[in-house]
């Protein structure tokens, strides 16, 4: 959860007692100071109400590395085209443990091992998906002479095979001498001479009509003119039959000759219709347009054509009625024409898009229905089961949620009993709640693990609810709700030291935004206005689309008006509070000031930029660092800065090679210490030979002699530590 969400029972009385605006109002000098001081002292209660944790819509198994192992050993002997689910299992662990890298690594490994065009398409569409504003690496790799096949769109037509299920001599003319080898075809006031053993080639049906026992069989001239095919239609169709192509055939025609051919049982023929209205399909009406005609007429290429142009237009694509529609109403015949074996795959990808628009949505529990659909194994089946559950439950359908997450439970999805807990304790079972958690932490099942703990907490009071958290972080340290609990009640306590201490703990190794929010209220009620707005500008840091007291107030706006209060520094001063920090490892305050020097002084944004993105990288937010990396490139100060940001953006998206030659290129022109690190960093990924060592060794050694911003304190005497430990290895 991203938002400070106070709890239901809450929410009418925190609205009343603590009302952003009515604050912001009284820091500003719009309301008198008198009153509202009162009310903050008694609305300390509603304000740190913690929001209670979110059943999260994620494959969580209770053995991480028992689930990995089994899917690792299925990978070495299962067959290859069952290895794309396989990396799409793995996929889905990883999602649970929040392993963004892991995540990607396994996607791209389904999209490689993929033995259908559907799979590249549907994976192709994820990576890109997962990468959304990264198209600026395919850019860079261009530079460096290298495509991102995964980001493009694939030639369909060519990678499905051609319909060869029917053979041209399975069909023969009749030994009957008396039957003359042309036939007359009347469309209306038309006649059309065919071969009558050339078309008797095109399906049973024809083979049946010309040469079997219907009547049709023994005359020279047939009527077809109620088959709805036009006169200029079967010229076509008696062009193909002669040669096998279709040339120069508008694409209306086509849609006439694709149903008649479907209509007729001519695959050869719908086969090459499907061929060329694929070459016809540029944008999402057409894909809309002709994709009711795939469906409808069982053309499998066309409908891959058609499916490809949607996810590659993913998530905007989703906002199509139209679109949304299709996928919604296709029955398993259909989802076979447009998806192939890549149905529930598909269905994962187009159900993970619509929960992160909008988990309630209609298209979202649409696509959840198809997806159980599209399940072939247990475990699709459990993830599919669990993730409808939690989409039922925030649709307030409460017996059918039940339902579902007791259809995981039963798959072997224990973390669903969460869902079931959270569903008695909503239909006023509290106690019943808490019996499902105590039932599988002490059944011996399976080890009791922090999740397990945390959910129990949430139906008992006092020391009891003390000790469950308490064995929650024990045995999982990185949940934010206990801290956040703990804190919250001990600043009701007036405990100001021990809350922030409690706080303090999670933020010294996870960066969670509900903690960082959390944090800021306690300063604002501290009136710790400096405090205060070191941790929101860390925020907008980290999302600067944020929004808090549940959304209704943007952080920025909130910055704003805190900012009033706090002394204004100058450049030089910035630069000395940023050092100051740095050198004491304090990553939040250096966060902090230098979003301030971002947003309030003439500093380079480029070296800001960047020093923020290691900042990142080192509190593991990955994806708000490659955020960094790109506007440090934006703001370049210099070629051979701005080719430095490019190698580290595609070293950090696992393009080492890439990231290496960009490095060289930026100390052909300058010297500097960030072209050397990276370049001994990518050397040190990009090669196996271990006689590189000393040449990394060396790289290192000419960074430290560069110029040198003092910022770099921390990272030199790392990089000497690495140095030195490269240097043991070696005389190992």
């Known amino acids: 959860m991203r938002t400070f969400f106070p709890s239901e029972s809450c929410k009418e009385t925190q609205l009343n007692a603590l009302n952003p605006q009515s604050w912001l109002q009284v820091e500003r000098g719009k309301l008198s100071k008198s009153s509202p001081q009162c009310c903050f002292s008694s609305s300390i209660e509603s304000l740190i109400k913690v929001p209670e944790p979110s059943i999260l819509p994620l494959f969580k198994p209770v053995d991480y590395v028992e689930v990995l192992s089994q899917i690792h050993e299925e990978l070495e002997t299962c067959a290859p085209e069952e290895r794309p689910n396989l990396y799409l299992l793995k996929f889905q662990v990883f999602r649970g443990l929040g392993e963004i890298k892991l995540m990607r690594r396994s996607l791209r490994a389904a999209w490689q091992k993929a033995t259908s065009v559907h799979e590249k398409i549907v994976f192709g569409a994820w990576l890109k998906y997962e990468k959304q504003g990264e198209e600026l690496i395919a850019d860079l790799l261009a530079t460096c002479g290298k495509c991102v096949e995964e980001f493009g769109h694939i030639d369909v037509a060519s990678m499905l095979p051609e319909d ?10 009749s030994s009957d001498n008396k039957l003359s080898r042309s036939v007359t075809f009347r469309i209306g006031d038309e006649n059309i001479v065919c071969d009558r053993r050339k078309m008797a080639c095109l399906s049973a049906p024809f ?5 079997g026992c219907f009547t049709e069989s023994v005359r020279e001239d047939i009527d077809l003119s109620e088959n709805n095919i036009s006169a200029a239609g079967l010229r076509a169709i008696n062009e193909f039959s002669m040669t096998g192509n279709l040339n120069e055939v508008s694409p209306n025609l086509l849609l006439e000759i694709l149903i008649f051919a479907n209509r007729f049982c001519c695959e050869r023929l719908k086969d090459a219709c499907g061929r060329k209205l694929a070459a016809f399909v540029s944008s999402r009406d057409d894909a809309v347009e002709l994709m009711e005609y795939a469906l409808e007429e069982n053309s499998h290429v066309l409908a891959a054509s058609c499916l490809q142009v949607f996810l590659h237009e993913l998530p905007d694509c989703l906002n199509d009625d139209r679109v949304v529609q299709i996928f919604s109403l296709a029955n398993r015949q259909q989802r076979l ?28 529990a649409c696509f959840l229905e198809q997806l159980l659909e599209s399940a072939e194994t247990e475990r699709q089946r459990l993830l599919a089961f669990h993730q409808l559950g939690c989409v039922r439950l925030l649709r307030k359908e409460y017996d059918e949620a039940e339902r579902l997450f007791e259809a995981a439970v039963n798959a072997g999805h224990i973390y669903s009993v969460a869902g079931l807990a959270r569903l008695a304790f909503l239909k006023g079972k509290k106690s019943g709640a808490y019996d499902k958690l105590s039932y599988i932490i002490s059944s011996g099942s399976c080890r009791p693990l922090g999740w397990m703990h945390q959910e129990r907490s949430l139906y008992c ?8 958290l308490n064995k929650a972080t024990e045995l999982d340290p990185t949940l934010p709700y206990p801290y956040m609990y703990r804190a919250a009640s001990l600043m009701r306590k007036q405990d100001v030291q021990g809350a922030l201490a409690e706080i303090n703990r999670i933020l010294g190794f996870k960066l969670a935004l509900e903690c960082l929010e959390l944090r800021f209220c306690f300063y604002l009620v501290l009136e710790d206005h400096q405090s205060a707005i070191c941790d929101v500008q860390a925020i907008l840091t980290l999302s600067p689309e944020y929004r808090m007291f549940e959304g209704r107030v943007a952080a920025s706006q909130l910055r704003t008006l ?8 100058t450049t030089a001063d910035c630069w000395m509070q940023l050092y100051e920090r740095w050198s004491s490892v304090d990553d939040i305050g250096s966060l902090s000031v230098i979003y301030q020097m971002l947003v309030e002084s003439d500093a380079p944004k480029g070296v800001l930029y960047f020093r923020q993105s290691l900042l990142l990288l080192r509190l593991n937010c990955p994806e708000a660092a490659m955020r960094s990396l790109h506007l440090a490139r934006q703001h370049a100060s210099s070629e051979h800065e701005r080719l430095v940001y490019e190698g580290w953006i595609l070293y950090d998206t696992g393009h080492c090679e890439e990231g290496l030659r960009k490095a060289e290129e930026s100390i052909k022109i300058t010297r500097s210490f960030e072209a050397f690190f990276l370049k001994a960093y990518a050397l ?6 271990t006689s590189c060592s000393s040449t990394v060794v060396s790289l290192l050694e000419n960074a430290l002699k560069c110029p040198s911003d003092r910022l770099r304190k921390g990272t030199e005497q790392s990089r000497k530590y690495l140095r030195r430990l490269w240097e043991a290895g070696i005389g190992s």
């Open 164 to 173: 060869t299920n029917v053979s041209s001599s399975q069909y023969f003319l």
């Open 207 to 211: 083979q049946a009509m010309l040469n």
């Open 337 to 364: 024409v447009m998806a192939g074996p890549a149905s529930f795959s598909l269905y994962c990808l187009l159900s993970e898009v619509s929960m992160n628009l909008d988990p309630q949505s209609d298209k979202a």
């Open 461 to 468: 009071d006092g020391d009891t609810r003390w000790e469950d």
């Open 562 to 569: 805190v900012r009033e209060h706090v002394e204004s520094w």
């Open 684 to 689: 040190a990924d990009s090669s196996q030979d």
